[in-house]
């Protein structure tokens, strides 16, 4: 108890030095009506801060949930705080988003907090989390497998966030409450174990508490030991992506040659990856795959990976367009696919035909439209300019070093069923501009980048 009390008299510095937040100030309150935040409210007064209340009735435990707010309201009234209420509908939400019911309750909760935040202009929003939620959450990342991240326990602040309580444990929450004659109500739901964060407060924690009677205290040791590890190993990912990682216009290219040769290849690939999605299973596949055949894939949600022969390329994971796409003649600017200029006009007798890339001069008398443009096929042939023989469009990619991304976001322009172009790359030496050429055929793509 005592030990309690002399952790919670140092509350006023937990704010000011952990939380950031001056005394007087304006603070808003997550107030579920629990120990915690009932506690965390009356501390919050106690020493002098401006308060007011939000509270969610998130429909899940029906008449328990209406009486949390019955009590909230009556708190408030008691102790003079202006309080804000919402009621939610829970259950539907979840389902139309697809997530989880603690999932939703928590996308609800904190995106009208924000809101809050925004009309009643305060700054900071305490909630109750104290010291024994950052351990559960430790485990709960631990079994997740969230890397070093996910185990230096919760923040003090995280923004507007604030979380004065991490210090103290949940015992020491209900001695106060006790010790100040507070009541609160108690979460039904918090005894049901099918929730991963009950089955670790109710079967694991006590357990070892029982092996360590100072658990908690060591638990707090190792989180804030685990926070100066994580922030040694940030500055370290950072250098480390300076030398490593070269960001492009759709993604990053990470340099096989250097990834390879890092000691700790594993450890760095997964910090770099993990803000994309990898998880570290895949990211364990990845190096296994390293040298093997390039073009091999990996995907996360929102990412794909791809092993190309010099480079770790990482992209968007966007659904490739293999529409074909027709340009009529007479037709002098296309936007989509890609931007395309078009022009027809006579030859003249000092016309030199560009050997740029990004435009192509062709024989306008042996052109017949309407052109379209595609994405390669297994099979594609064409006669590159300079050449008397055909080429498969497969073996020009090979040996113009493209990689698999580039080969994806490369388009065809055929007529009838001849490859004329590989746009942005070269022309084929059927249709080239040679002394019988009357008329020309000129192309231009603007921006000399061909666009997926």
């Not at 490859?419 to 040679?434: A, L, P």
Request: hydrophobic share 35%.
């Amino acid at each position: 108890m005592k030990s309690s009390e002399n952790k919670l008299n140092k509350f006023s510095s937990f704010m000011k030095e952990r939380c950031g937040v001056e005394n007087k100030e304006r603070v808003l309150v997550g107030l579920s009506g629990g120990a915690d935040s009932v506690a965390l409210l009356h501390l919050l007064i106690k020493n002098n801060y401006n308060c007011e209340a939000a509270h969610c009735n998130f429909s899940l435990r029906g008449q328990e949930s209406d009486e949390d707010e019955i009590f909230v309201k009556d708190l408030c009234e008691k102790w003079k705080i202006k309080l804000h209420c919402i009621k939610f509908d829970t259950y539907t939400y979840s389902k139309l988003h697809k997530i989880s019911i603690e999932m939703a309750a928590r996308e609800l909760r904190y995106n009208w907090f924000d809101q809050l935040l925004k009309t009643t202009g305060i700054k900071h929003l305490a909630t109750g989390h104290h010291g024994s939620d950052a351990i559960e959450t430790f485990f709960l990342n631990l079994v997740r497998g969230t890397g070093i991240k996910g185990l230096k326990g919760i923040a003090w602040r995280n923004k507007h966030v604030i979380r004065p309580l991490l210090e103290v444990s949940s015992n020491d929450v209900l001695n106060y409450c006790q010790s100040n004659n507070l009541k609160f109500r108690t979460d039904s739901s918090n005894l049901e174990t099918h929730y991963h964060r009950n089955k670790i407060r109710q079967d694991i924690i006590p357990v070892l508490e029982e092996i360590n009677p100072s658990f908690f205290d060591t638990m707090q040791n190792n989180m804030a030991y685990l926070q100066e590890v994580e922030q040694i190993l940030h500055a370290e990912i950072q250098r480390v992506k300076k030398q490593m990682v070269a960001e492009t216009g759709e993604g990053i290219l990470i340099p096989l040659k250097l990834i390879n040769e890092h000691p700790q290849k594993q450890t760095i690939l997964y910090e770099i990856l993990r803000p994309y999605g990898f998880s570290g299973s895949i990211i364990k596949s990845v190096i296994n795959s390293l040298a093997g055949i390039p073009g091999k894939q990996f995907f996360s949600p929102s990412h794909r990976l791809v092993i190309d022969r010099y480079n770790l390329i990482l992209v968007a994971n966007t659904q490739m367009c293999n529409n074909s796409y027709t340009i009529e003649g007479g037709q002098k600017l296309i936007s989509e696919p890609l931007k395309l200029e078009l022009r027809q006009f006579k030859k003249t007798e000092n016309y030199s035909f560009s050997k740029e890339n990004w435009k192509a001069h062709l024989d306008a008398d042996l052109i017949d439209f309407p052109l379209t443009l595609r994405k390669a096929e297994t099979g594609d042939r064409f006669q590159p300019l300079g050449m008397q023989q055909f080429k498969k469009i497969s073996d020009f990619f090979i040996d113009k070093k493209m990689s698999l991304i580039d080969k994806e976001k490369t388009w065809l322009l055929t007529t009838n069923s001849d490859i004329i172009w590989i746009v942005g790359h070269r022309i084929d030496d059927r249709y080239k501009i040679t002394t019988r050429t009357k008329n020309i055929l000129e192309i231009v793509l603007p921006n000399s980048i061909c666009k997926r």
